[in-house]
């Protein structure tokens, strides 16, 4: 696996941080656990029923923020509030803010910022690391 270069050098490099020194997915940091959303999800079933939780691709929301928000307002079965008049896509940090007549928002200054590259060995290791 090759080690992609950290933009940041007060950062340890992505796959330092992710994987142990036996090559194996350290699954003991926060970058790695709070990727198990199947431990939030059976807690969550212990006290709604499923058909009360709507399970949303965080992707899909970046890329196409009004769809999401469409199927949200009709899982919750209220009127649609948000329309693309109410989104605007940031140039700066390379995705979609919130904007209305009073204010408009983003998320905040550490959010959409450049992150280093992470090699297609590493992606794949914790792509298997999640499937089961």
């Not at 992609?4 to 490099?13: A, R, S, T, W």
């Not at 969550?44 to 999401?68: C, G, K, M, S, T």
């Not at 209220?78 to 940090?93: H, M, P, R, S, W």
């Not at 007549?101 to 999640?130: A, M, P, Q, W």
Request: charged fraction near 25%.
């Amino acid at each position: 696996m090759t080690t992609q270069k950290n933009i940041d050098p007060y950062i340890e490099p992505y796959e330092d941080l992710v994987i142990d020194s036996n090559g194996m997915v350290n699954n003991e940091t926060a970058y790695i656990r709070h990727g198990l959303y199947w431990k939030y999800l059976e807690h969550y079933l212990e006290y709604f029923p499923r058909d009360q939780i709507l399970v949303i691709n965080a992707d899909d929301l970046i890329q196409n923020p009004l769809h999401v928000i469409e199927e949200v307002e009709q899982f919750l079965d209220i009127n649609q509030l948000i329309t693309t008049d109410n989104l605007y896509f940031d140039e700066a940090k390379g995705f979609y803010c919130m904007r209305s007549d009073v204010i408009s928002r983003c998320l905040g200054s550490t959010k959409g910022n450049k992150h280093e590259e992470i090699s297609t060995d590493l992606i794949e290791i914790i792509k298997r690391f999640y499937a089961p």
